[in-house]
């Protein structure tokens, strides 16, 4: 199914992962912002692998409503995940990617779509404002300030996956076969014409935060390891600075030892060395485990991916007349 020229079908693709307590406030909204817009729209929610009653309230909204379509994973496969499964089911000529939980607000859409008429391919959300932790704030900021120096696409600073893409580059993202997922940088890397609209992020409506600490930093590391190789070239930095170092340390330790000069009460003959010989072998030691765990995080995401392991399992889909091709 795709629209026609004059009513375009929007689709808009939403991964939930126990968003119960969201969805009753989700539908009504999303649908009246929806039903302003000149598009015939369908939406695609991405069940996670929910436990508590999210499949059943998605399954009754299809009931309801045949534009409700849900696709259901065997478990929770993450966020980035349900967002590419998504945008592999969508039929619309534009796809925008949302939160469940009105973060994102919908009445943005309209204007995502005015911009995409304008002939934008990419249209992405920006965060001027955050109503979050003073904690959670600064990390984001950080984390985003610096994949933007090491990484090896512009990939535009405080745009999380709130956006609307074209159809054209919802192919680039579905043909991308990569296991480690990070949305944002792909659509960064995909091209064609790009446009931010800033926005005022809203606290979340209901529930609680299905992104603790440990999912956040995997996602922030995906997104480093995926797009920037800058980190390996960190040992080779390190490497010839210690290197550098040394050089200077042995003319110094020469010169003492031949001028036989005193340094702090010392002379080179009765030198302690214990001090010095401490600290050299701890540094050198944090320094070269450091690289290793650096080359264990491509190490680690080069094995997932040459194991070509589907990166997620449908169990159920409800209201696709037939499974799309090459979906995993
Ligand atoms: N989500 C998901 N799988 C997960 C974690 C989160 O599909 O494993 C969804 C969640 O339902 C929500 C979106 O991803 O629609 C963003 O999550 P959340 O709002 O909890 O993250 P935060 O905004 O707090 O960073
Ligand atoms: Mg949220």
Same mark, same amino acid.
């Given at each position: 199914?795709?629209?026609?020229?004059?009513?375009?079908?929007?689709?808009?693709?939403?991964?939930?992962?126990?968003?119960?307590?969201?969805?009753?406030?989700?539908?009504? =909204?999303?649908?009246?912002?929806?039903?302003?817009?000149?598009?015939?729209?369908?939406?695609? /929610?991405?069940?996670?692998?929910?436990?508590?009653?999210?499949?059943?309230? !998605?399954?009754?909204?299809?009931?309801?409503?045949?534009?409700?379509?849900?696709?259901?994973?065997?478990?929770?496969?993450?966020?980035?995940?349900?967002?590419?499964?998504?945008?592999?089911?969508?039929?619309?000529?534009?796809?925008?990617?949302?939160?469940?939980?009105?973060?994102?607000?919908?009445?943005? !859409?309209?204007?995502?779509?005015?911009?995409?008429?304008?002939?934008?391919?990419?249209?992405?959300?920006?965060?001027?404002?955050? +109503?979050?932790?003073?904690?959670?704030?600064?990390?984001?900021? /950080?984390?985003?300030?610096?994949?933007?120096?090491?990484?090896?696409?512009?990939?535009? %600073?405080?745009?999380?996956?709130?956006?609307? !893409?074209?159809?054209?580059?919802?192919?680039?993202?579905?043909?991308?076969?990569? =296991?480690?997922?990070?949305?944002?940088?792909? =659509?960064?890397?995909?091209?064609?014409?790009?446009?931010?609209?800033?926005?005022?992020?809203?606290?979340?409506?209901?529930?609680?935060?299905?992104?603790?600490?440990? +999912?956040?930093?995997?996602?922030?590391?995906?997104?480093?390891?995926?797009?920037?190789?800058?980190?390996?070239? !960190?040992?080779?930095?390190?490497?010839?600075?210690?290197?550098?170092?040394?050089?200077?340390?042995?003319?110094?330790? %020469?010169?003492?030892?031949?001028?036989?000069?005193?340094?702090?009460?010392?002379?080179?003959?009765?030198? &302690?060395?214990?001090?010095?010989?401490?600290?050299?072998?701890?540094? %050198?030691?944090?320094?070269?485990?450091?690289?290793?765990?650096?080359?264990?995080?491509? %190490?680690?995401?080069?094995?997932?991916?040459? +194991?070509?392991?589907?990166?997620?399992?449908?169990?159920?889909?409800?209201?696709?007349?037939? &499974?799309?091709?090459?979906?995993?």
């Amino acid at each position: 199914m795709s629209g026609s020229p004059e009513k375009p079908l929007l689709s808009v693709v939403i991964p939930c992962f126990n968003e119960e307590s969201v969805l009753p406030i989700l539908r009504p =909204r999303l649908t009246q912002a929806l039903d302003r817009l000149p598009v015939a729209w369908e939406l695609i /929610f991405v069940d996670d692998g929910s436990t508590d009653r999210t499949p059943e309230l !998605l399954a009754t909204l299809h009931r309801e409503d045949p534009r409700v379509k849900v696709v259901s994973f065997s478990r929770n496969f993450g966020h980035q995940a349900a967002v590419s499964a998504g945008l592999c089911y969508a039929a619309g000529d534009a796809v925008a990617i949302l939160d469940a939980d009105l973060q994102d607000p919908p009445e943005l !859409l309209g204007d995502c779509l005015e911009r995409w008429r304008q002939g934008y391919e990419v249209v992405f959300a920006v965060r001027q404002k955050r +109503k979050e932790g003073l904690f959670k704030r600064a990390a984001y900021g /950080f984390f985003y300030r610096l994949l933007q120096r090491v990484a090896d696409v512009e990939i535009p %600073l405080d745009s999380g996956d709130f956006c609307l !893409l074209d159809r054209r580059v919802v192919e680039v993202l579905r043909r991308m076969p990569e =296991r480690n997922i990070f949305v944002r940088g792909m =659509r960064a890397w995909a091209g064609f014409r790009q446009i931010g609209i800033p926005y005022e992020r809203d606290a979340r409506a209901a529930g609680s935060t299905k992104y603790p600490f440990r +999912k956040l930093l995997r996602l922030a590391l995906d997104g480093v390891f995926a797009f920037s190789t800058a980190p390996l070239r !960190l040992a080779t930095w390190f490497g010839l600075s210690i290197v550098g170092l040394c050089v200077l340390v042995v003319v110094l330790v %020469l010169v003492w030892r031949l001028c036989g000069l005193e340094f702090m009460g010392h002379t080179a003959q009765d030198i &302690p060395g214990w001090a010095a010989g401490i600290i050299s072998v701890f540094f %050198l030691g944090g320094v070269q485990l450091l690289i290793l765990g650096i080359l264990g995080e491509y %190490l680690a995401r080069i094995y997932a991916e040459v +194991k070509l392991r589907p990166r997620w399992v449908v169990s159920r889909a409800l209201g696709f007349a037939r &499974p799309p091709e090459q979906v995993e």
